[in-house]
């Protein structure tokens, strides 16, 4: 009796043993691939890269550890993972942040969404809003797109409101946001949030007003410090 449960636990152990040779060996258990879902934007090429799990065997999967690694793309807001068996060992479920303003420096284009998170632009979205960067040939540093935080951003889409069809808002180093109106004016408005842009558009309207009932040429009305507005006559050019 002793021998035949000898012999049994002998049969077991290199089942056992067997077992865990094809786990390793096998390469259907190694991370070759990913499966991607929910994404648009980013490919799914990309979001392996991020993930770091190439050549990763099933049994060190550890999913916070890849969420942790997806968070770090500019362009990944959450990430949901699924780890399961082979043929789909890793299954992720991405939700890309959203552009609000196309950021364009030179004619390099950068996103940003309403959180003022900077990403890279990955296509043509029509609907957006652009800021232009101006330079201005002085010698302070040039603001890049990730220095728009959230309150500059929804500042510029509360401008948005009063652009021409179609029109586009230009960041200046000094004077912040600004546009070309209507009536050819250079506008610009600083760099403010939503509820202080709320108020300078009312300031804006009542200086145009005043100023076209008296056909008075401006050339630039700058409304960057509320308190203390001015204008450039077009004459004095």
């Known amino acids: 009796m002793v021998s035949r449960w000898r012999v049994i636990s002998g049969v077991l152990l290199v089942l056992f043993g067997l077992t865990l040779v094809v786990f390793f060996t096998s390469d259907v258990f190694y991370v070759r691939a990913i499966q991607v879902r929910g994404n648009d934007f980013i490919t799914r090429e990309e979001v392996f890269a991020y993930s770091e799990l190439a050549d990763y065997h099933m049994f060190w999967l550890d999913p916070a550890e890849i969420r942790r690694n997806l968070l770090r793309s500019a362009s990944v807001a959450d990430v949901s993972v699924e780890v399961g068996w082979p043929p789909d060992l890793v299954t992720l479920l991405v939700q890309e942040r959203q552009p609000a303003v196309v950021w364009s420096n030179g004619g390099q284009e950068t996103w940003i969404d309403v959180q003022g998170r900077a ?24 603001p890049e797109a990730r220095d728009l935080d959230k309150d500059m951003v929804l500042g510029a889409l509360r401008l948005r409101e009063i652009l021409p069809e179609g029109g586009h808002l230009d960041f200046h180093p000094a004077h912040g946001l600004g546009w ?44 960057a410090n509320p308190d203390a507005p001015f204008y450039r006559l077009l004459w004095g050019l």
């Open 180 to 223: 070309t109106n209507d009536l050819g004016w250079q506008v610009w408005m600083g760099a403010d949030s939503a509820a202080v842009m709320r108020e300078k558009i009312k300031i804006y309207e009542v200086l145009v007003g005043n100023l076209s009932s008296r056909a008075i040429d401006v050339a630039e009305l700058n409304i």
């Open 119 to 142: 990403m890279p632009a990955r296509a043509e979205m029509p609907g957006l809003l652009h800021v232009n960067l101006v330079r201005d040939g002085s010698d302070r540093p040039l």
